[in-house]
């Protein structure tokens, strides 16, 4: 899942290698403290990103990633230091503080503004829909989708900042799942809010094909993660 993400997905091919090297200048993943997210930051550091910045909320498990992925990093001698890595400590589903982390983050001299943004925080819960909790169908919504649409609004005025010609590519990826394609028994709620990212990434590919900004969504199958394990428990 990982390689076809970012070798398929994110980083084509068929594109020359000008527009790979354009692309792998600076990664922004939210949930990348673990599971997909963590997984794809390392990808990008072996293809040598030059800088990624790790969303999540959780400092402590930010940190340990930070950490494991910089041991990464160094343990190849062609990588070592080729790959900045920040950690940012936010909560994506609330819109003022993914707007200020996006103003914090892209406001550095130390980094360039993202060239690609990977929307991979998210959760999920199964019940049936008759014994789901009215509270539960808002939080899975409020991560799942509204956390991707903030953040994409929040980043993509950056994205969109250089106007020179041609313009350079750019790459918005948005997490879903095969319960985003087809209503799985005990997943009404989750199931809403992955399908609600289909909507949102086909408007805004046609919004953005003019800008040379690729939106794309993954639809991944049951992936062992830490979210995974605790999903088993319901």
């Known amino acids: 899942l990982v390689l076809l ?18 692309l792998l200048q600076h990664a922004i993943i939210t949930g990348g403290s673990s599971g997909i997210g963590y997984s794809v930051a390392k990808e990008l ?7 990624i910045t790790l969303l999540a909320r959780n400092m402590e498990k930010l940190k340990e990633a930070k950490a494991a992925l910089e041991a990464f990093r160094d343990a190849d001698p062609s990588h070592i230091k080729s790959t900045i890595i920040n950690i940012y400590s936010v ?22 503004n993202p060239t690609m943004l ?44 250089k106007t020179t010609y041609p313009k350079p590519p750019r790459a918005i990826l948005f997490t879903s799942s095969q319960a985003g394609q087809l209503g799985v028994y005990g997943y009404t709620a989750y199931s809403a809010s992955k ?17 040379n900004v690729s939106v794309k969504i993954a639809f991944p199958p049951d992936t062992d993660t830490p979210g995974f394990e605790q999903e088993q428990i319901d």
């Open 5 to 22: 993400i970012v070798e398929f997905v994110l980083l084509p091919r068929k594109r020359s290698k000008n527009y790979r090297d354009e």
């Open 45 to 51: 550091i072996a293809q040598k990103c030059r800088c």
């Open 195 to 211: 399908f609600a990212l289909r909507g949102l990434a086909e408007a805004l590919q046609s919004e953005l094909a003019r800008e």
């Open 118 to 161: 990977l929307n991979i925080a998210g959760t999920s819960s199964a019940k049936e829909f008759i014994h789901t909790d009215y509270n539960e169908f808002l939080r899975l919504m409020n991560i799942n989708y509204l956390g991707s649409a903030y953040a994409t609004r929040a980043f993509l005025p950056y994205m969109l900042a």
């Open 91 to 112: 909560d994506v589903s609330n819109a003022e503080q993914i707007a200020k982390a996006a103003k914090e983050i892209c406001s550095s001299d130390l980094v360039a």
